[in-house]
């Protein structure tokens, strides 16, 4: 098993990287919120966890060991698969998703695409006993450990785009250091709509 990797980054997508290790280039399938803090060319020290199947052998990346260990606790829920995990991990900070589920806040969870109210309870029933000793984080601040602000992040959600999508586009506009909502607004646009 391979639990750690350290290496150059080679390419960086949207849900994954390529890792050069001394040569070697590996495929880390990736959450959103580990990709907005790396760069191409740049070093890197990665946990990692391995999934083999009968036909596949993928390997999943994160910068954190709290992103991965909430990864294998929503692994460990009946009927979520590692696409689904990585969704979740996509859409909010680790803290804000224990939070929901310590809380009972399925709404939140739902707001990821491909999770509906069944599966949300469930990931409750099943992790909530697991992160009884989660402190309650305050909830109105969505882009904890991102940057752009609730005002920004509304705004592209209504006009269409995924949470994943916005968050993607104004952590990268973040980067940059545009600071009114306005502006973080139009610069996201132009990003979303080069892609």
């Known amino acids: 098993m391979i639990g750690m990797l350290r290496g150059i980054v080679w390419v ?6 390529i890792l050069d290790v001394g040569g070697v280039g590996y495929l880390l399938h990736m959450p959103l919120s580990s990709l907005t803090k790396v760069r191409q060319g740049e070093e890197n020290v990665f ?15 994160f910068i954190t060991k ?15 698969g590692p696409k689904a995990a990585l969704a979740i991990l996509s ?9 929901a589920i310590v809380s009972e806040d399925a709404s ?21 006993e697991k992160m009884k000793d ?13 940057g752009p602000t609730d005002e920004t992040l509304e705004m592209l959600l209504a ?10 586009a104004l952590a990268t506009v973040n980067k940059k250091g545009i600071a009114s909502t306005e502006d973080q607004v139009k ?8 892609r």
């Not at 859409?91 to 804000?96: I, S």
Request: proline share 1%; hydrophobic share 40%.
């Open 108 to 128: 939140l969870l739902t707001e990821v695409s491909g999770i509906g109210g069944k599966t949300a309870k469930r990931i409750i029933l099943e992790l909530k």
């Open 159 to 168: 006009l269409g785009f995924s949470r994943a999508e916005a968050r993607s």
């Open 134 to 146: 989660v402190e309650l984080e305050d909830t109105g601040d969505d882009t904890s450990g991102f």
């Open 91 to 99: 859409a909010f900070p680790v803290n804000r998703i224990k939070t």
């Open 47 to 61: 946990f990692t966890h391995m999934i083999m199947r009968e036909d596949d052998l993928s390997l999943y990346g």
């Open 66 to 80: 709290d992103e991965k260990d909430l990864f294998l606790q929503l692994l460990s829920v009946t009927g979520i």
């Open 12 to 17: 960086a997508e949207t849900d994954r990287l």
């Open 187 to 194: 610069e996201a646009l132009r990003m979303l709509a080069s």
